[in-house]
């Protein structure tokens, strides 16, 4: 998994980090190396992802009033 970004001609560094920073985030590989950090038991897992269900659930349910 390798990212190659191309600095422009005369293009600060700043603009060529953020536009690295990004083309990481619309790949998700930031999210997945985060994930991937420490492992996680499957029950750990199960109750990550039913914790997250239950917010996204009570986010519809206010917003649909």
Same mark, same amino acid.
């Given at each position: 998994?390798?990212?190659?970004?191309?600095?422009?001609?005369?293009?600060?560094? @700043?603009? =060529?980090?953020?536009?690295?920073?990004?083309?990481?985030?619309?790949?998700?590989?930031?999210? @997945?190396?985060?994930?991937?950090?420490? =492992?996680?038991?499957?029950?750990?897992?199960?109750?990550?992802?039913?914790k997250?269900? =239950?917010?996204?659930?009570?986010?519809?349910?206010?917003? =649909?009033?």
């Open positions: 998994m390798s990212i190659e970004i191309k600095m422009r001609k005369n293009e600060p560094i @700043d603009r =060529a980090l953020r536009r690295m920073k990004k083309k990481l985030e619309r790949e998700s590989i930031i999210k @997945d190396v985060r994930f991937k950090r420490y =492992a996680e038991k499957p029950s750990e897992r199960r109750r990550r992802k039913e997250v269900m =239950a917010f996204t659930c009570m986010l519809r349910r206010r917003h =649909a009033e």
